[in-house]
């Protein structure tokens, strides 16, 4: 199975990412904040990132945006149903590495119950 992750499943407008804060759901767990709204069948799973200045420099908010997509990217095959995913970035994950992020990530999804289960 391959795991790509391009730019066409991205969020990108300001519209997109309105719509999912307000007609989605939200859970805020670990250092990141998950907004989510479902998508009918045949839909791709898209993904946008928020990183605010609170977090830190250019430099802290661009490895938090990388190790979010990277963690979505390798864990996108384990959601059941396409949906419009949006994670916020919280000031936590500026000293985390990637097991932490990805732990923090799968709790959250887990936890709001948009993961497959696993036997």
């Known amino acids: 199975m391959r795991l790509l992750f391009g730019r066409n499943l991205r969020l990108k407008r300001p519209?997109?990412?309105?719509?999912?804060?307000?007609?989605?759901?939200r859970l805020a767990l670990g250092c990141l904040i998950a907004n989510w709204r479902l998508l009918p069948t045949g839909s791709p799973t898209r993904l946008g990132v928020i990183t605010g200045k609170k977090i830190g420099n250019a430099v802290v908010r661009n490895r938090a945006r990388r190790l979010l997509r990277e963690t979505f990217r390798r864990h996108q095959h384990e959601l059941p149903q396409p949906l419009e995913l949006v994670l916020v970035a919280r000031?936590?994950?500026?000293?985390?590495?990637?097991?932490?992020?990805?732990?923090?990530?799968?709790?959250?999804?887990?936890?709001?119950?948009l993961l497959k289960e696993t036997k």
Request: glycine residues 12%.
């Open 15 to 25: 519209r997109e990412f309105s719509r999912i804060r307000l007609e989605g759901r």
């Open 91 to 113: 000031a936590s994950i500026a000293g985390k590495n990637f097991a932490g992020v990805e732990q923090d990530y799968l709790a959250a999804l887990r936890k709001a119950g």
